[in-house]
């Protein structure tokens, strides 16, 4: 999921680097009013809990690789798909100048999938199945999230003139269909719980039922 960079032509890099940057721009908004000091922590743990389980990669054929993002995670507990912005773009700096998982040049794409993407997905389709019940609710939105994203970056590398676009959908689809089930159920279980035990982080304030 993490494309580095030479995958990419500049023209198609500066594309996905405008888009992020007015989504991140509108994620720092959201902080200045939204993320007060008793979220901050909350924030904080999170950010660490999605840099961890982003370190399983599993390669994936033509040079790429799969892994969970957290996306739907994040923006389910504070209830704005902005948070998942601003967290994974916070997440993937850290990754791309600190560890080199993910290019610099190509680092707008890499917010635009994971960060965009996956938590605006995520998030929505939570909002639109919460009446099925939370848990079902989350694991389909972590699910779909995870999922979708990984069908734009295989859009995005075909674009490019990387890979195939039958063969970037096929193994991409493939490989995070499965890592899916993975993220939707970390998803379902946290939400869950928290929604049980500490039902004011929650910020969709969901109940679990049904």
Same mark, same amino acid.
Do not use: R
């Given at each position: 999921?993490?494309?580095?960079?030479?995958?990419?032509?500049?023209?198609?890099?500066?594309?996905?680097?405008?888009?992020?940057?007015?989504?991140?721009?509108?994620?720092?908004?959201?902080?200045?009013?939204?993320?007060?000091?008793?979220?901050?922590?909350?924030?904080?743990?999170?950010?660490?809990?999605?840099?961890?389980?982003?370190?399983?990669?599993?390669?994936?054929?033509?040079?790429?690789?799969?892994?969970?993002?957290?996306?739907?995670?994040?923006?389910?507990?504070?209830?704005?798909?902005?948070?998942?912005?601003?967290?994974?773009?916070?997440?993937?700096?850290?990754? +791309?100048? %600190?560890?080199? =998982?993910? &290019? /610099?040049?190509? $680092? #707008?794409?890499?917010?635009?999938?994971? *960060? @965009?993407?996956?938590?605006?997905?995520?998030?929505?389709?939570?909002?639109?199945?919460?009446?099925?019940?939370?848990?079902?609710?989350?694991?389909?939105?972590?699910?779909?999230?995870?999922?979708?994203?990984?069908?734009?970056?295989?859009?995005?590398?075909?674009?490019? +003139?990387? %890979?195939?676009? =039958?063969? &970037? /959908?096929?193994? $991409? #689809?493939?490989?995070?269909?499965?890592? *899916? @089930?993975?993220?939707?159920?970390?998803?379902?279980?946290?939400?869950?719980?928290?929604?049980?035990?500490?039902?004011?982080?929650?910020?969709?304030?969901?109940?679990?039922?049904?």
């Amino acid at each position: 999921m993490h494309i580095p960079d030479g995958f990419m032509p500049l023209w198609e890099c500066g594309i996905f680097w405008l888009i992020s940057l007015a989504f991140i721009a509108m994620s720092l908004k959201w902080a200045s009013k939204e993320l007060d000091e008793k979220k901050v922590p909350l924030f904080a743990a999170l950010a660490a809990g999605i840099f961890a389980i982003q370190a399983m990669n599993m390669p994936i054929p033509w040079g790429t690789s799969g892994h969970m993002v957290g996306g739907a995670l994040t923006s389910i507990i504070f209830d704005s798909p902005w948070a998942g912005v601003l967290m994974l773009t916070l997440v993937l700096i850290v990754q +791309g100048v %600190f560890f080199a =998982d993910g &290019g /610099l040049l190509v $680092m #707008g794409a890499n917010i635009f999938n994971m *960060g @965009i993407v996956c938590s605006f997905v995520g998030y929505y389709v939570f909002k639109a199945l919460k009446n099925v019940g939370t848990p079902v609710a989350a694991f389909i939105a972590g699910w779909t999230g995870l999922f979708l994203s990984a069908i734009v970056c295989a859009i995005e590398m075909a674009i490019a +003139g990387t %890979f195939p676009l =039958d063969k &970037g /959908l096929y193994y $991409m #689809g493939l490989y995070h269909a499965c890592i *899916g @089930i993975i993220e939707g159920a970390i998803t379902a279980i946290v939400i869950a719980y928290l929604s049980n035990v500490k039902p004011e982080v929650i910020g969709a304030k969901s109940t679990v039922s049904e």
